[in-house]
């Protein structure tokens, strides 16, 4: 227990204010431009920002801004960096060109979650191997003590079904591994990163929904066998994750929260409102430096997951990983958020010119005469658009027929930019274009902003030229089609 004592208070020797970062993905049909977006991280004032598509239009947009960015080696990836000659060239393309032009690149995260069997179908070994090479390439050129390499871990890396915190470890088939980071992380003084989903975790064990807040609410707790108190899923996970590093060797690294937030739709509970209350309490206690029981009096920095919504994204987990954003994809806020974790009730800054689509919509005609032609124009336009806010518990899963059918029209017109030469709105005679918004409730159907820049990945191009999505797996449409024939 004092050797305890001695670590915190050497953890807590120059404390300095918990910092509030930003998550930044781009796997959007229609997204902001680079500049658009850095300025609106600029109003709120986030000093810290992880982008997971780090393209040059998007580096050079934080040159001279003194945002510190954390960019990302994706899984996929992590194969062309096997020998001492391929981190170098990875850091002199990725890093050492954009510091020299003044972008502030404070971490380098070495694979997104490898380890985690729960978001991948297998892991990715080599994620420790190329976190050596690419610290080693980083203190070569002299960027080391700015620049650090970390490898970002979902909390699934714990053995499943530990109920106290001091119960949790590494799980067996990745132990050695995690030892062995947690050392390359030790010898340069870069942190840990563990990525949380508290809505996921409440929901997976059982538990109370109200464990997933911050605010004192909910009836469910844990007395850890130390006697420390948890009353939330926010210290659970995080002295889950402190134990287990301190059984692996490592008590004193820095850990920080890479990624967390919660959803607006697509899952039981996510919703604007509860998006709302879970900041309320999350971001006072990241500025208060409160920590947790079992590391209290040190500040966590913690990244938000994530600015905008993403409707290209992977849906393992659920819809609501499209849904994530604090932000619509047209830089509108959702709800009020203070992000300089005063608690305030205020809504963050809104981006500033935006372009929109004319004010129109397309909807379902209400033919019903023939339903084979309709389903299959509505599993055309879903493969297309993104429709999971008609899933249940989604925002528009309350929609009757005729307005499942309109939603999904109106997505694809969307996407593809309302456009009258392609037809986008005829659906094989099945649709109308209307001024009016047929909005319902909760649901809403949007339109959306001019595509602002030229998005290649993905994407097929149009006989003018104008490229549009591909067509998604049909394995996404599987539980649209069940609310489709829940209907006929």
């Given at each position: 227990?004092?050797?305890?004592?001695?670590?915190?208070?050497?953890?807590?020797?120059?404390?300095?204010?918990?910092?509030?970062?930003?998550?930044?993905?781009?796997?959007?049909?229609?997204?902001?431009?680079?500049?658009?977006?850095?300025?609106?991280?600029?109003?709120?004032?986030?000093?810290?920002?992880?982008?997971?598509?780090?393209?040059?239009?998007?580096?050079?947009?934080?040159?001279?801004?003194?945002?510190?960015?954390?960019?990302?080696?994706?899984?996929?990836?992590?194969?062309?960096?096997?020998?001492?000659?391929?981190?170098?060239?990875?850091?002199?393309?990725?890093?050492?060109?954009?510091?020299?032009?003044?972008?502030?690149?404070?971490?380098?995260?070495?694979?997104?979650?490898?380890?985690?069997?729960?978001?991948?179908?297998q892991t990715f070994?080599?994620?420790?191997?190329?976190?050596?090479?690419?610290?080693?390439?980083?203190?070569?050129?002299?960027?080391?003590?700015?620049?650090?390499?970390?490898?970002?871990?979902?909390?699934?890396?714990?053995?499943?079904?530990?109920?106290?915190?001091?119960?949790?470890?590494?799980?067996?088939?990745?132990?050695?591994?995690?030892?062995?980071?947690?050392?390359?992380?030790?010898?340069?003084?870069?942190?840990?990163?563990?990525?949380?989903?508290?809505?996921?975790?409440?929901?997976?064990?059982?538990?109370?929904?109200?464990?997933?807040?911050?605010?004192?609410?909910?009836?469910?707790?844990?007395?850890?066998?130390?006697?420390?108190?948890?009353?939330?899923?926010?210290?659970?996970?995080?002295?889950?994750?402190?134990?287990?590093?301190?059984?692996?060797?490592?008590?004193?690294?820095?850990?920080?929260?890479?990624?967390?937030?919660?959803?607006?739709?697509?899952?039981?509970?996510?919703?604007?409102?509860?998006?709302?209350?879970?900041?309320?309490?999350?971001?006072?206690?990241?500025?208060?430096?409160?920590?947790?029981?079992?590391?209290?009096?040190?500040?966590?920095?913690?990244?938000?997951?994530?600015?905008?919504?993403?409707?290209?994204?992977?849906?393992?987990?659920?819809?609501?990983?499209?849904?994530?954003?604090?932000?619509?994809?047209?830089?509108?806020?959702?709800?009020?958020?203070?992000?300089?974790?005063?608690?305030?009730?205020?809504?963050?800054?809104?981006?500033?010119?935006?372009?929109?689509?004319?004010?129109?919509?397309?909807?379902?005609?209400?033919?019903?005469?023939?339903?084979?032609?309709?389903?299959?124009?509505?599993?055309?336009?879903?493969?297309?658009?993104?429709?999971?806010?008609?899933?249940?518990?989604g925002s528009c899963?309350?929609?009757?027929?005729?307005?499942?059918?309109?939603?999904?029209?109106?997505?694809?017109?969307?996407?593809?930019?309302?456009?009258?030469?392609?037809?986008?709105?005829?659906?094989?005679?099945?649709?109308?274009?209307?001024?009016?918004?047929?909005?319902?409730?909760?649901?809403?159907?949007?339109?959306?902003?001019?595509?602002?820049?030229?998005?290649?990945?993905?994407?097929?191009?149009?006989r003018n030229g104008?490229?549009?999505?591909?067509?998604?797996?049909?394995?996404?449409?599987?539980?649209?089609?069940?609310?489709?024939?829940?209907?006929?």
């Amino acid at each position: 227990m004092a050797l305890r004592f001695i670590t915190l208070l050497l953890i807590s020797a120059n404390v300095v204010d918990g910092i509030i970062g930003m998550n930044w993905g781009r796997m959007s049909y229609q997204r902001l431009i680079p500049s658009t977006v850095v300025d609106l991280f600029l109003q709120n004032g986030i000093s810290e920002v992880k982008v997971f598509s780090a393209s040059e239009n998007v580096m050079k947009a934080f040159s001279g801004t003194g945002i510190g960015l954390t960019i990302s080696i994706p899984n996929e990836s992590l194969k062309d960096i096997m020998s001492t000659n391929d981190a170098r060239s990875w850091v002199q393309r990725k890093v050492t060109r954009f510091l020299e032009d003044k972008v502030d690149i404070k971490y380098v995260n070495v694979g997104a979650e490898p380890f985690s069997p729960s978001f991948w179908n297998q892991t990715f070994d080599g994620a420790v191997d190329v976190l050596r090479l690419i610290q080693d390439a980083l203190n070569e050129v002299g960027y080391g003590s700015k620049t650090k390499a970390t490898i970002p871990h979902l909390t699934d890396v714990l053995k499943p079904n530990h109920t106290k915190p001091s119960q949790a470890d590494f799980r067996d088939d990745i132990k050695d591994k995690m030892i062995k980071s947690l050392q390359i992380l030790k010898e340069n003084n870069s942190p840990v990163t563990v990525d949380m989903i508290p809505i996921y975790f409440v929901k997976e064990n059982n538990v109370d929904t109200e464990f997933a807040f911050m605010d004192g609410n909910s009836t469910y707790f844990v007395v850890d066998d130390n006697g420390l108190n948890y009353t939330n899923a926010f210290d659970f996970m995080y002295d889950s994750f402190l134990w287990a590093m301190k059984k692996a060797g490592a008590p004193d690294l820095k850990l920080l929260v890479g990624q967390i937030g919660w959803p607006t739709d697509g899952y039981p509970d996510a919703n604007i409102a509860n998006a709302q209350r879970f900041y309320k309490s999350l971001l006072p206690k990241v500025t208060s430096n409160r920590g947790t029981p079992f590391r209290p009096g040190v500040p966590i920095d913690t990244y938000i997951h994530s600015l905008c919504d993403e409707n290209k994204m992977k849906t393992k987990f659920g819809a609501f990983q499209r849904h994530w954003g604090i932000y619509r994809n047209d830089g509108e806020p959702k709800f009020k958020i203070d992000l300089s974790g005063q608690g305030r009730d205020i809504y963050p800054a809104t981006a500033k010119g935006v372009t929109y689509m004319p004010k129109r919509w397309c909807i379902f005609n209400g033919d019903k005469s023939n339903l084979t032609k309709v389903k299959y124009e509505f599993e055309s336009a879903c493969q297309v658009g993104d429709c999971t806010s008609l899933e249940p518990g989604g925002s528009c899963s309350h929609l009757d027929f005729n307005q499942n059918v309109s939603y999904a029209f109106n997505r694809k017109f969307q996407i593809q930019a309302q456009s009258e030469d392609d037809n986008a709105c005829k659906f094989d005679g099945l649709a109308k274009v209307v001024p009016e918004n047929p909005s319902n409730g909760s649901c809403i159907f949007p339109v959306d902003i001019l595509q602002a820049e030229d998005i290649v990945e993905g994407y097929f191009t149009r006989r003018n030229g104008e490229r549009l999505p591909r067509v998604s797996k049909l394995a996404m449409l599987l539980p649209l089609l069940i609310i489709f024939t829940a209907f006929i």
